[in-house]
């Protein structure tokens, strides 16, 4: 059976750190690209990152350009998303999603295949 788990989420200040982290379980981790995606209230799920299973390129929405970085660990079929110097506009629901495209990256919901059940990250300013 297909999982993502994704954990790390919690309470912070604003300007602190959190490492999120998606565990995949069911499938190899390295056959796929991989996305963090986050939902906050009233609003639509947004793409935040992106890496890519054949060369490790990294993509980022701009809001989150030279803070958060996203990284994978295949030995531990696991993802990584390190998120500093953290804003309340960062608050929210945080998804990791698997896509079994092969090049393509993209920043829509519809472009990813597997999707994690959602840690909560809340950042009080």
């Known amino acids: 059976q297909v999982q993502l788990v994704a954990s790390g989420g919690g309470l912070v200040q604003a300007g602190d750190s959190l490492r999120l982290s998606c565990a995949a379980s069911?499938?190899?981790?390295?056959?796929?690209?991989m996305a963090w995606f986050r939902q906050a209230p009233g609003k639509e799920r947004a793409f935040l990152a992106a890496?890519?299973?054949?060369?490790?390129?990294?993509y980022y929405a701009d809001s989150v350009k030279g803070r958060f970085t996203i990284s994978r660990d295949n030995a531990k079929n696991t993802v990584y998303l390190q998120m500093n110097n953290l804003k309340p506009e960062d608050t929210a629901v945080y998804y990791c999603?698997?896509?079994?495209?092969?090049?393509?990256?993209?920043?829509?919901?519809?472009?990813?295949?597997?999707w994690g059940q959602g840690t909560q990250v809340t950042v009080s300013s």
């Open positions: 999603a698997a896509s079994d495209s092969f090049f393509y990256i993209g920043s829509g919901l519809q472009d990813y295949d597997y």
């Open positions: 890496i890519r299973k054949t060369d490790s390129n990294t």
């Open positions: 069911g499938f190899s981790l390295s056959s796929y690209s």
